[in-house]
């Protein structure tokens, strides 16, 4: 039998309801001993959501003392909430819902939570790049849009994506370092390179990608990186197949490239590219498979921890 806790989680403190009564308590290790103290001889079960680094300490302090929790994603929390139509939101009212929210788990799905923290590390520094690259994107579509006659304003804003790209730069090096130190980690970077049209570069952001979500299977993986085919029919209009670009873009990004070599130098890959056109496909929309299938044949190599095998 478990003493149900639920934890809105915030930056300096914890709201917290045990079912009887609603708290409030600082979110450091103070604030977690008073919780822990609401249980006496039932074990402790904490119910909270996994907000970014604000939940990061109270992850490792179940972690480090053994203590069960159910971790709640933002969506399935919002969705309860309705489904027991709970409209106003406060953090005391959150509590309370995420204490609630126990009776839809099984006890026997209730663990011990685990924070990767080297992981978190890569990641942390993965998601600063990102914005990187999503700020030289917007620089470059700025130079596009200004008078050539502006040469200072231009000068200002190419010093500006300079600065920027050499600061991703260093911190592609700084995560490359972090993932080589595991074996593991530099063995199958190693090993995504033996597939034909994948470099140093695309290897790491591959690696870093799946890293992210350990336990997708290789569809779902697909879908992340936004490479899914989407088709949107209504009645007499029959739109076209695309894909859905939800997420993943700077490794779409490093993997086109990679798909450009593939289909000329990968066998596999050249083999698919050409059926595909023959068959009536246009090159574009055969480029896009073909990345598609990349990237499932980069997850298996991940997966299995093998390198790439070549056709026979």
Known sequence: MYKYIGIDVSKATLDVYDGQESYKVSNDLSGYKAITQLASKEEL???FEPTGIYAHNLILYCQKYHIKAIIVGSK???DYA???KQRSKTDKIDAKVLYRYHTQI????????????HMRAITQK????EKYQKMIRQLKNLIEATDNADKVLLASLKKQITSLEKSSQKLLETIE???????EHKAVITHLQTIPGVAKKSALVILMEILRYPKARSHEFVALMG?????KDSGVFRGKSRISKQGGRYLREKLYMSTVVAIQYNDRLKLFY?????NGKPKKLALIAAMRKLLRIAFAVVKNKEPYRALA
């Open 76 to 78: 399935e929390a919002r």
């Open 45 to 47: 079960c904490l119910i």
């Open 227 to 231: 490479l899914d085919p989407v088709l």
């Open 274 to 278: 050409e059926r595909l056109v023959q």
């Open 106 to 117: 099984e006890e026997e799905n209730i663990t011990v939570p685990f924070l990767d923290t």
């Open 126 to 129: 993965h998601n600063v790049n």
């Open 82 to 84: 309705r489904s027991i």
């Open 177 to 183: 370092g972090l993932l080589v130190a595991n074996k």
